[in-house]
């Protein structure tokens, strides 16, 4: 059977194309390297999602390659790569039906006009690779709009300096709040900052044939069993295999795309469960495995055509990788030093903070280190949250003061007081990781998977400016925290990645000298191919990409599906 569209890959950059092409009526078919569990198979397993991470590969099975920079003693930056195996450094982020969608923390704020337009707003910055995207705020915001309503987002607009302008306010209200919130209003007042309620991709009643959130505690990292978390599986691929359109292959890890002399893509070859090699034909190809396998996947698919990779032969596949800014920061309440009242609040389980800092989303002061000769430069987002994980708080209490070994009593006496005198407050803080000439993916020369094909090797480096922004955000949390009466405070900020947040790889742009998508992320040296995930992203904003990610991939689905219904 030849299927009218292939997606390679199911989270928040898959699950819409599928959506929208399956009940238009097109013949749909998903190719996902890992399996398809549902609600009944999520659990709040701490061991599980944060010890053994038992919803990503095995990294003895499937790894990168990560090549990190040190200046030397002659001054220049060397090169040194390692292999995840033996770092334990883990760079996937989900591969289930549905992808990291099903893990992610769910705060949804959109990216402002000025993230469409670095360069023109604040001019170049030495060593980083910035442009204007080719589309605009404007056009993308119909689609944000979209994204709430079929993903599900709950939230409330409030008027604050960078509030980004909107069609409408979330179709679903606020989830409740942690009583702790109202501690971050007030002293944010007290500073004259904006405390804002954060837009969750979670249903705060149930809606679309999914339950509300149950408010358990246990979100991030962890996959919903009630389907109140907007998942691409839970909010679109159920919806969309119930049309009889949609065709889920699950275990289908896709190792290379094949192409025609004339570029165009003709099949899909992946591996099924049983390790034998399988291909599926279309007749338009959608690529959305997140940045780094997207970029891995199409420089391994090479032809006569494109003999560097596929849609390679301008040399940018891979290039300009970005993540996101920033660090974090957290302080202590002490039980000692609170009322009863107070204590009875901090130690509430379940409700989250939803509460945010978006007021240094420009940063306007002249004596920032990073800013442009107006005095101006790109700021972010702090976002305040509670950590659910007793396993990793309780990580340290096994030791004493001198680092020896305790048990028996004076462990006991340890974790008593561990989890009985104080709770901690932190907060992220989220801002742009400027695309450099240093941070990029290739194929690793010497390291393959269980398969035998070469694995992602991801340069990292980072742009200076990106932890001057971030330590300048962390001062302003720091500040919110000390006015609320925290105790041991501290920031940290690094040019260490997270990597749960990626994009870039396969830029969009007009340019196709510079860019490896067009504007509609179709790509410039083929004509049926598309990229969907955070690849496309040319800047990453200074909010997390997955609501981003969304919006574009339905706007993308309604262009193909109009050439579709065309053809």
Known sequence: MTYDICVVGSGAGASPIAYILAKAGAKVVVLEKGPWLTEDDFYKDELAANIRDSYNPKLSDEQHVI??????????????????????????????????????????????????????????????????????????????????????VSGKVVEHPYQEPRSADFPYPPLIDHPVAQWIDTAAEK??????????AILSRPDMGRQSCEYSGYCSRYGCSSGAKGSGRAALLNH????????????????????????????????????RKQLVNARTFVVACQAVETSRLLLQSKSKFFPNGLANNNGQVGKNLV??????????????????????????????????????????????????????????TIDFLFFRNPISRASGSQYDEDGALVWGEALKKNLFEEFTSYKTLRFEVFNDWLPTDDCFVELDDEVTDKWGDPVAKIRIGAHEQDVLVGEYLAEKGAQLLEKMGAKNISTSVS????????????????????????????????????VTDGSFMPTGGSVPHTYTIYANAFRVAEHIKQKWQGD
């Open 67 to 152: 090549e990190e920079g040190h200046v030397e003693d002659d001054g220049q930056t060397h090169w040194h790569k390692e292999a995840t195996s033996e770092s334990d450094w883990s760079f996937w982020n989900g591969n289930v039906v549905g992808g990291s969608s099903n893990f992610m923390s769910g705060y949804f704020h959109r990216l402002k006009p000025v993230d469409f337009k670095l360069k023109s707003t604040f001019g170049d910055i030495e060593g980083a690779n910035i442009v204007d995207w080719p589309i605009s705020y404007d056009e993308l915001e119909p689609f944000y709009a979209q994204v709430d309503k079929q993903v599900g």
């Open 191 to 200: 500073l004259g900052f904006h405390s804002i309620p954060v837009p969750r």
């Open 240 to 275: 969309a295999v119930a049309t009889g359109n949609l065709t889920i292959i699950p275990n289908a890890k896709v190792f290379h795309l094949a192409s025609d002399d004339s570029g165009a893509v003709t099949a899909a070859h992946y591996y099924d469960q049983a390790g």
């Open 323 to 380: 993540f996101s800014g920033g660090g974090t920061g957290r302080g202590d309440f002490i039980f000692s030093d609170l009322t009863p009242e107070q204590q009875q609040a901090l130690k509430s389980d379940g409700p989250f903070l939803n509460r945010a800092l978006q007021d240094w989303y420009q940063i306007d002061d002249k004596t920032f280190n990073g800013a442009n000769k107006a005095g101006k430069a790109k700021g972010g």
């Open 495 to 530: 040019q260490y990645p997270p990597t749960n947040l990626m994009a870039g790889g396969c830029r969009f742009g007009n340019d196709p000298k510079t860019s490896v998508l067009n504007k509609y992320c179709r790509a410039h040296e083929s004509n049926n191919l598309y």
